[in-house]
């Protein structure tokens, strides 16, 4: 049987995960798991990029952990494994650095608007997505399923393969970014123009997977629409109801022309009190398997422990192929061509 391509995603451990996250990402790494040869990362280096505390990190790993769990990532089929367990990737990273260039680091999105305003920025900001290029092609990935915002970190990514199979040989496998079509950029509830994130000062910006029916229910009620009532998919003209639309066909698994057409003549509040249903419908299923996980978390720190063990096997032999080829480390003694002969002769 062939091999199945390789896909590598990761997802910080920054706080609670929301239904941005799940619909943009986590939905189709679960849903894909049998297409693949998975790996998924809890790239807890990459939340060291901003202030944090530590107890609060380690606790957010694990819980970000039974989360993926929950949602349906089957350590059966998938490696999940959190990123400082293995090494290799921060030795990568300082490699893939040295190939890179400042100008481009600061160009990317990401950089600028963490930075923006910033007196004293972080390094690891600027160098974030090089670690995130290191999470990749330590794996040879072949796909990287993420949201929208990850397209310019991907596209780096590569960037940085092909420079260094340009320098150093074929090394790398050069990866390309898995983004759908819908469900690739879910809005803030209460901004529809701004990205739904964890970072957002609003909790109503956002519904987290482990919000309660009831909360569920307050923060689609006051979720903003648009002036005019009617229910139609227009980015443009109707951001907001656009937004809701999208979660409601991905969750309902009901096209958007369909939902069109099933609330013509009808009201933002129906609209809005379905969608709410719709949403704790598939929640409540994973917030029982979370519950679980939650009461057990021996078992998540089990399957975490055997995932990096499989990811360090396979990070390891990456990183000897790339030792050799840098020209790292000693030579070999039977790849020295002078001989003992010779030595003993160029010092008479
Ligand atoms: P992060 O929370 O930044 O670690 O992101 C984890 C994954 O969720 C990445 O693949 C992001 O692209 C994706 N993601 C984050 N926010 C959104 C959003 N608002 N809509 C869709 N995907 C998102
Ligand atoms: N930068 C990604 C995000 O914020 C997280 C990430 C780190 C990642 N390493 C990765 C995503 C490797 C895909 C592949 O969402």
Redesign the pocket.
Known sequence: MAAKPRVL????P?GG??I??Y????RNWVAQQDQYDNLFCI?DL?AMTLPYDAQTLRARTLELASVLLAAGIDPARSVLFVQSDVREHTELCWILGTLATVGELRRMTQFKEKSKGNERVGAGILFYPVLQAADILLYDAAYV??????KQHIELTRDLAIRFNHTFGETFVIPEPDIKPT??????LTNPLK????SDPDPDSRIELRDPPDVIRRKIRRAVTDSETVIRYDEEHKPAISNLLTIYSLFADIPIPELEQRYAGKGYGEFKRDLAEVIIEKLTPLQARLAEYDAHPERVIAILTEGAARARELAAAKMAVVRERCGLGLPRLESLTISPLQTALSSQ
């Open positions: 995603s990761g997802i910080q920054t995960i929301h941005g996250n619909l943009g990402a986590i790239v990459h399923p993420v949201g929208e915002d990850q469900g690739a950029r879910i809005m803030s990205k739904m994130s964890k």
